[in-house]
Structure formats: structure tokens, C-alpha cells
């Protein structure tokens, strides 16, 4: 069974750092992508950042150069590492997984966390 568990959340003023982590249990694909996606108030959930079982990463221009996706397999945690904070970026953000590698951004995700919420005030 896949457990996915975001942590890092918070409340934090405009131009600052969070960094969210997502501990993945029960996932047994070689070939994979995991991600990041956010829902914020009023809006449809988004894709944020994905990376591959080989480390290939694609983000959404909205967070490009700001937002840093990485993972550490040892840990079996995703990260997402996320700087000069906006107030448009405040948004539930969730981790999904999916047992398909390649390029990740068009994919559907079949797993998902209940979600992390990030609060930037201006």
C-alpha cells in the first residue's frame, strides 16, 4: 500500500523559504515520477514540479528558478524546496506518485498526500 506524508508547511512573509518534504512508504516501481502540485483558494489545482527515477526535474514557469524539487532515495523523501515565497504561491501542496517514468509533466498521478498548506502574507 502507498503512503504518501507532506510535512513542512507554514506561514511566511513575502521573500522568504519553506521546505516541504513528502515521505513515500509501500513504493516498489524502478520506473516512477513523483511530484508537487498546489490548489490554491478559488483555483484549480496545478502542477508545480515533477522529477523522474533519473533525476530529471521539470517545473511550471510560475515557480522556475524559485522552486527546487529533489529526492532522496536512501530516506525514500521528496522534497521540494521553495524560495523568494509569493503571496500567489499560498496554496494547499500536495506530493502524488505514479509507477511510470520518463517525462512526467503530462502524466497522470495515481497517489496522492492529503496535502501541506503554505501561507505567504505580503
Known amino acids: 500500500q502507498v503512503q504518501l506524508v507532506e510535512s513542512g508547511g507554514g506561514s511566511v512573509q513575502a521573500g522568504g523559504s519553506l521546505r516541504l518534504s513528502c515521505a513515500a512508504s509501500?513504493?516498489?516501481?524502478?520506473?516512477?515520477?513523483m511530484g508537487w502540485f498546489r490548489q490554491g483558494p478559488g483555483k484549480e489545482r496545478e502542477r508545480v514540479a515533477t522529477i523522474n527515477s533519473d533525476y530529471n526535474t521539470q517545473y511550471a514557469d510560475s515557480v522556475k528558478g524559485r522552486f527546487t524539487i529533489s529526492k532522496d532515495n536512501a530516506k525514500n523523501t521528496l522534497y521540494l524546496q521553495m524560495d523568494s515565497l509569493k503571496p500567489e504561491d499560498t496554496a494547499m501542496y500536495y506530493c502524488?506518485?505514479?509507477?511510470?517514468?520518463?517525462?512526467?509533466?503530462?502524466?497522470?498521478?495515481?497517489?496522492w498526500g492529503h496535502g501541506t498548506q503554505v501561507t505567504v502574507s505580503s
Open positions: 509501500g513504493y516498489t516501481a524502478s520506473s516512477y515520477c
Open positions: 502524488a506518485a505514479t509507477p511510470i517514468g520518463g517525462s512526467c509533466w503530462a502524466l497522470r498521478f495515481l497517489d
